[in-house]
Every structure is written in C-alpha cells, then in structure tokens.
C-alpha cells in the first residue's frame, strides 16, 4: 500500500518568501504524480502533474520536481502571495491501477 | 467553464435513512471517481468508473455503499443505512482517462446524526 508523507505539516511565511513543500512516497512504481491545492471548504484543484518520466513541471510560480527512484516530489512557490494561502496535497498515481494516493497535506499561510 | 457538479452540497441525515449523492462529471471525460475525506483519515478512494463500468470498488464498505453511472452524465453514491460514521464530505472527480489530470467537485457535506 503506497504510504504518501507530506512534511511540513503546516507552514507561515510572509509574502514574498519563497515556498518548498516537500513529499515522499514508499512505492516507488508511479505513473505520475499530482499535485493539488485545496482552499477551506472547497474541492481540490489540480496545479501540476508530472510524468513518471519526467524530472520536473513548471507552471507561472510553481515548480514541481520528481526524484521516483528515490521517492520524493518538491513542489516550490516562488514569491509567494496572500493568495498562495491554502493546504496543498501530493498524489502519486499507481503504475498498476492508476490510483492516486493522497498525502495528508501541508498547509500554508502567507502573511501579508 | 467546465467543471464537475455534485448535488446535494449539504446533507443532514439520521443514522438508518438512506442517502444519495449525484454527480455530473464533465462533459467528454470517461472515468469517474468518488473519494471520501475526513480529519482522521484524510482522502481516500472509494470507487472509480472507465467508460461507465466499475473498475474498482474496495476503498467501499460493500454492504451499505453502492455506486453506480447510469449514463454518461450521471454518478451516484448511495449510502443504505447510513451510520454517523459515515459522517465526512464526499468528492466526486472526472478525468479524461485513467492516469490523466483529476478535476474535482465542490463535494457532498454529509452529517449523520
């Protein structure tokens, strides 16, 4: 069973600083992973997802990078906003079945 | 804009009653999912639907939970009887295809009393 850690578990920063939000997964047979923002009281909205076969995605201030053989995803936000401010989820997605597995998330707060 | 609709947003029920939740996925996506989220266990998958046949069902306890896609349109969730454990808020996805971008509901707030 795929095991997803998400460390910090929650984060304050002030506007401006730049974010990285780290990952890790136990089994390292993937066929992406995703990552996903999720705001209080809301559904979950998908910001980058990431090939198996990729090291890196970028989208605007976000950058995801993948390590699979070792495990880990890093998400970083760069110049972050008061917008920025919500709880963000990795998922790596099954290379058997496609199941994603999700993190419990790390929550993030930025100060204006 | 496309999204994903779910129907009811909140739902206050008493233990025993049965419970129904709806989902439109997007229009063209072929693979449905439904997950459940709480404080104690976070998201975690219960079912999830290719081209409208259930590929996987074992996140479900099968003997009060059904899930079903009568067309293309249409996912439901169906809880019989519904216990205050199964208190939690409800997510249905949709996707393209398997291994594709998952676009989530707004979810089912579900309170069993």
């Known amino acids: 069973k795929q095991e997803v850690t998400q460390i910090p578990a929650a984060l304050s920063v002030p506007e401006g600083e730049n974010l990285v939000l780290n990952c890790s997964f136990t089994d390292s047979a993937i066929y992406n992973l995703q990552w996903f923002r999720q705001d209080p009281g809301k559904g979950l909205t998908s910001l980058l997802l990431i090939q198996s076969s990729q090291r890196e995605q970028t989208s605007g201030r976000l950058n995801a990078s993948l390590d699979k053989s070792s495990g880990r995803s890093t998400l970083y936000i760069a110049a972050s906003q008061p917008g920025d401010s919500a709880t963000y989820l990795c998922?790596?997605?099954?290379?058997?079945?496609?199941?994603?597995?999700f993190g419990a998330g790390t929550t993030v707060t930025v100060r204006a | 804009d496309a999204r994903v609709t779910q129907t009811p947003r909140h739902k206050v029920t008493e233990m025993g009653q049965e419970v129904t939740m709806r989902c439109q996925p997007i229009?063209?996506?072929?693979?449905v999912f439904w997950y459940r989220q709480t404080m104690m266990q976070g998201l975690e998958l219960l079912a999830y639907f290719r081209n409208r046949a259930p590929l996987d069902d074992s996140g479900m306890p099968k003997d009060r939970f059904s899930a079903e896609m009568p067309d293309a349109t249409l996912a439901t969730l169906k809880i019989q009887p519904s216990e205050p454990r199964d208190s939690a808020v409800y997510f249905c996805?949709?996707?393209?295809?398997?291994?594709?971008?998952?676009?989530f509901g707004p979810g089912t707030r579900l309170t069993v009393l």
């Open positions: 229009l063209g996506h072929n693979t």
């Open positions: 998922a790596p997605g099954s290379s058997n079945d496609y199941k994603l597995s």
């Open positions: 996805a949709s996707g393209l295809d398997v291994g594709t971008t998952q676009f």
